[in-house]
Nanobody, 121 residues
Framework: QEQLVESGGGLVQPGGSLRLSCAAS????????MGWYRQAPGKERELVAF???????NYADSVKGRFTISRDNAKNTVYLQMNSLKPEDTAVYYC???????????????WGQGTQVTVSS
């Protein structure tokens, strides 16, 4: 069974920064793409960013230039550095392993508990 543990969320004021971490187990991490999703109350879960096994990255337009996804294969961990946070970034953030194909990201069937990010003054 694959296990994903997200951490690093919290309460931050607009303009602040947070770094989320996702530790993965149960898979061959270095061969997997990794993605970050978020879900706000009353909204559908959306893909925020993903990184391929080769290190190529992609971002949703809403976070481009503010968020950075990275990975450390030695630690089986993927990160999401979030800068210049806005109230509309408030959501539960989830990570997932998956694959990339034709420029898209396709997650597996496992979802962890997520980590809450709240941006408010």
């Amino acid at each position: 069974q694959e296990q994903l543990v997200e951490s690093g969320g919290g309460l931050v004021q607009p303009g602040g920064s947070l770094r989320l971490s996702c530790a993965a187990s149960g898979s061959i991490f270095s061969l997997r793409a990794m993605g970050w999703y978020r879900q706000a109350p009353g909204k559908e879960r959306e893909l925020v960013a993903f990184i391929s096994s080769g290190g190529s990255t992609n971002y949703a337009d809403s976070v481009k230039g503010r968020f950075t996804i990275s990975r450390d294969n030695a630690k089986n961990t993927v990160y999401l550095q979030m800068n210049s946070l806005k109230p509309e970034d408030t959501a539960v953030y989830y990570c997932n392993t998956g694959v990339t194909h034709s420029g898209g990201y396709y997650p597996n069937n496992y979802w962890g508990q997520g980590t809450q990010v709240t941006v408010s003054s």
